[in-house]
Nanobody, 124 residues
Framework: VQLVESGGGLVQAGGSLRLSCAAS????????LGWYRQAPEKERELVAFVSSGGRTDYADSVKGRFTITADNAQTLVSLEMNNLKPEDTAVYYCKAKANVNSDGIYSNDLFGYWGQGNQVTVSS
């Protein structure tokens, strides 16, 4: 599974940005897509995810402001970010969980695949 992100950038507090992540390869094996972020000197944290069944969940810090969506084919996942705050500044990573390993072999186990990361900077 390969993931390519786009979007992000610099915005003032209160503004909006959209991140997108295109999946390719063994997309039929994808069971969930999500967004993580990592601020300087902080641990990487889950922001939001959507399962192949459509279930979504969000970090408390972004509930009501961020919306994650994915197409039915699990080939594109987006994160709409509204009312951005300076504390949202981080590198945002797309992640897929799939039932296929890096050799393309299907498995009952889940394997994680990451996008390249995109910087989101919110100025105060």
């Amino acid at each position: 599974v390969q993931l390519v992100e786009s979007g992000g950038g610099l915005v003032q507090a209160g503004g909006s940005l959209r991140l997108s992540c295109a999946a390719s390869g063994s997309v039929r094996s994808i069971r969930a897509l999500g967004w993580y972020r990592q601020a300087p000197e902080k641990e990487r944290e889950l922001v939001a995810f959507v399962s192949s069944g459509g279930r979504t969940d969000y970090a408390d810090s972004v509930k009501g402001r961020f919306t994650i969506t994915a197409d039915n084919a699990q080939t594109l996942v987006s994160l709409e970010m509204n009312n951005l705050k300076p504390e949202d500044t981080a590198v945002y990573y797309c992640k897929a969980k799939a039932n296929v390993n890096s050799d393309g072999i299907y498995s009952n186990d889940l394997f994680g695949y990451w996008g390249q990361g995109n910087q989101v900077t919110v100025s105060s």
